[in-house]
């Protein structure tokens, strides 16, 4: 089971949705062109139709897949005092003084850029069910880092 914010669960519906109800029809339409363009042993547009669409069903298989086990998680009933999901977790490495802000979130809606760090990553399993001014010992991929739980909220 995958916990989700309604706005994750909402897109990736979706895309579902234009997945199945374009994409589909489109790349099938593709195929039964190609298909008919005659000897398919040695037709390309046949063999790029058929491998575009095996890839566009196994997308639609892992996110109906994802959206089967999928539980909307309801953020107005979290406690904000302890490092988990969907929490804004202000961080400083103690090691150069930098300050950070990232929102714990399952790994589908993972994105640095927006500030979106996924539960999985070796920072946020560091940091899970810790409380404000804990320090924390991480083991990244540039070596071990310390962080300062700065503050946490929802």
Do not use: W
């Given at each position: 089971?995958?916990?989700?914010?309604?706005?994750c669960?909402?897109?990736?519906?979706a895309?579902?949705?234009?997945?199945?109800?374009?994409e589909?029809?489109?790349?099938?339409?593709?195929?039964?062109?190609?298909?008919?363009?005659?000897?398919?042993?040695?037709?390309?547009?046949?063999?790029?139709?058929?491998r575009?669409?095996?890839?566009?069903?196994?997308?639609?298989?892992?996110?109906?897949?994802?959206?089967?086990?999928?539980?909307?998680?309801?953020?107005?009933?979290l406690?904000?005092?302890?490092v988990?999901?969907?929490?804004?977790?202000?961080?400083?490495n103690?090691?150069?003084?930098?300050?950070?802000?990232?929102?714990?979130?399952?790994?589908?809606?993972?994105?640095?850029?927006?500030?979106?760090?996924?539960?999985?990553s070796?920072i946020a399993?560091?940091?899970?069910?810790k409380?404000k001014?804990?320090v924390?010992?991480?083991?990244?991929p540039?070596?071990?880092?310390?962080?300062?739980?700065d503050?946490?909220s929802i």
């Amino acid at each position: 089971m995958e916990y989700l914010s309604q706005e994750c669960y909402d897109k990736l519906v979706a895309e579902l949705d234009e997945l199945i109800n374009v994409e589909l029809p489109r790349v099938k339409n593709e195929l039964v062109e190609a298909r008919e363009k005659g000897d398919l042993s040695e037709n390309f547009e046949y063999h790029a139709a058929k491998r575009e669409h095996g890839r566009l069903l196994g997308k639609i298989r892992f996110k109906q897949k994802v959206l089967h086990f999928a539980r909307v998680l309801d953020t107005s009933n979290l406690e904000g005092d302890i490092v988990g999901l969907f929490r804004k977790v202000e961080i400083t490495n103690l090691s150069n003084n930098s300050k950070m802000a990232y929102t714990i979130v399952n790994p589908h809606e993972a994105n640095l850029r927006e500030g979106k760090l996924s539960i999985k990553s070796p920072i946020a399993e560091a940091l899970l069910g810790k409380k404000k001014d804990d320090v924390v010992e991480v083991t990244v991929p540039a070596g071990i880092i310390k962080l300062r739980i700065d503050n946490i909220s929802i």
